[in-house]
């Protein structure tokens, strides 16, 4: 079946760039997703790329796609205090509908 | 985007009780579903709760210990049935929006703690 894989810990300090990664197993996916996920709230979509884009820039987030490595990164520039957080990378299901989701990458953003 | 809003926030339950947890969309969706996450853990579709039939549900969950209502186009609810502290979960509701991205917006979650 469809799986997601995320490195779980990342600690930068305050104003560097934050790189999360992901890696997924299904080939046919059109598009995948990036969730941001705070203390004690639900998940908050942050961006999602297209599968045939290899690049998707939004204000301080980068996306970058390896459709080839089935390889997803998401970038943080100027990494704040306010971006500490559960990251999640996400897929569709076989059957095209709900997501499937990796284990989540905890970010730890020290001033 | 839609906007997602589930009661109640959290709960503490007794074993062998049940609770329902009502979720409520600002706007006509396609899709809505279930899914619960553990402590620590990912989140794990439970179902997709269809509108005017059955719910569909995922392996290792059954109808009988989560049993899912969607009478129209923006609501559902989601019973978690004779808890165990086993159920102590957030459980998340979700719905996509209809776009070509079929973008997917969730809920606050509901935090439950089964004693």
């Known amino acids: 079946g469809e799986d997601v894989e995320q490195s779980l810990f990342l600690s930068v300090r305050e104003g560097d760039s934050s790189v999360i990664n992901c890696t997924y197993t299904d080939s046919s996916s059109t598009y995948l997703y990036w969730y941001k996920q705070e203390p004690g709230a639900g998940l908050q979509l942050l961006t999602y790329?297209?599968?045939?884009?290899d690049m998707k820039q939004d204000q301080r987030l980068t996306v970058l796609l390896n459709k080839k490595d089935k390889h997803l990164s998401l970038r943080i520039a100027d990494t704040q205090t306010g971006d500490s957080a559960i990251y999640f990378c996400?897929?569709?299901?076989?059957?095209?509908?709900?997501?499937?989701f990796g284990k989540g990458t905890t970010l730890s953003v020290s001033s | 985007s839609a906007v997602i809003s589930q009661k109640p926030s959290r709960d503490i339950c007794q074993r062998g009780t049940s609770l329902t947890i009502q979720c409520q969309v600002d706007?006509?969706?396609?899709?809505m579903f279930w899914y619960r996450q553990q402590p620590g853990q990912s989140l794990t579709l439970i179902a997709t709760?269809?509108?005017?039939?059955?719910?569909?549900?995922e392996s290792g969950f059954v109808i009988d210990k989560f049993p899912i209502s969607r009478p129209n186009l923006t609501f559902s609810t989601l019973t978690v049935s004779n808890m165990s502290p086993e159920d102590s979960s957030i459980y998340l509701c979700?719905?996509?929006?209809?776009?070509?991205?079929?973008?997917?917006?969730f809920g606050p979650g509901t935090r439950l703690l089964v004693l």
């Open positions: 979700s719905a996509t929006s209809g776009d070509l991205a079929q973008t997917q917006y």
């Open positions: 706007s006509q969706v396609t899709m």
């Open positions: 996400a897929d569709h299901n076989q059957a095209g509908t709900a997501l499937i």
């Open positions: 709760a269809n509108q005017g039939s059955e719910a569909t549900y």
């Open positions: 790329i297209f599968s045939n884009m």
